[in-house]
């Protein structure tokens, strides 16, 4: 799928300007896997009540899904630890949490991998409302 630029100005198009069809899924394993026995489906879905227990599920089931609000600096974001600073909300955003520092998530992003640190970006505990709207799955 052809890259795109997300929100700020890029030597690629934006995104608004790009089709992006979707490749077809071929339902093949890589691995000759038989694909209608390999698929896994999650049974339940179930939220998180602290930082602990984000931590907790995600050492012991792997990457969360999150959402948060963005906010304008955030679009401009491209290193460090993002705290919002200045801005008008933009609306909600999903991602997948996949680990943490000491005082941050470290989050993977869909806008790709020329934008913030490779397509991933670190975000204060509690920043935006991110710690309040994380989800996990049973599988």
């Not at 790009?18 to 394993?29: D, E, F, G, L």
């Not at 896994?40 to 990457?63: C, E, L, Q, R, W």
């Not at 401009?76 to 996949?98: D, Q």
């Amino acid at each position: 799928m052809e890259k795109c630029s997300h929100h700020v100005e890029s030597p690629m198009k934006a995104c608004s300007e790009v089709t992006q069809n979707a490749p077809k899924c071929n339902k093949k394993c890589g691995n000759s896997a038989d694909y209608s026995k390999d698929k896994h489906k999650a049974t339940s879905s179930y939220g998180f009540s602290s930082v602990d227990d984000i931590k907790k599920d995600i050492m012991a089931n792997g990457p969360v899904t999150a959402a948060f609000t963005v906010y304008e600096d955030f679009v401009t974001y491209k290193s460090g630890v993002y705290r919002y600073t200045s801005g008008n909300a933009l609306g909600g955003h999903a991602v997948k949490i996949i680990g943490w520092g000491e005082d941050h998530w470290i989050v993977n992003n869909s806008w790709n991998d020329s934008w913030g640190e490779q397509g991933s970006f670190r975000i204060a505990f509690g920043e935006c409302g991110i710690d309040s709207q994380c989800h996990a799955g049973k599988v």
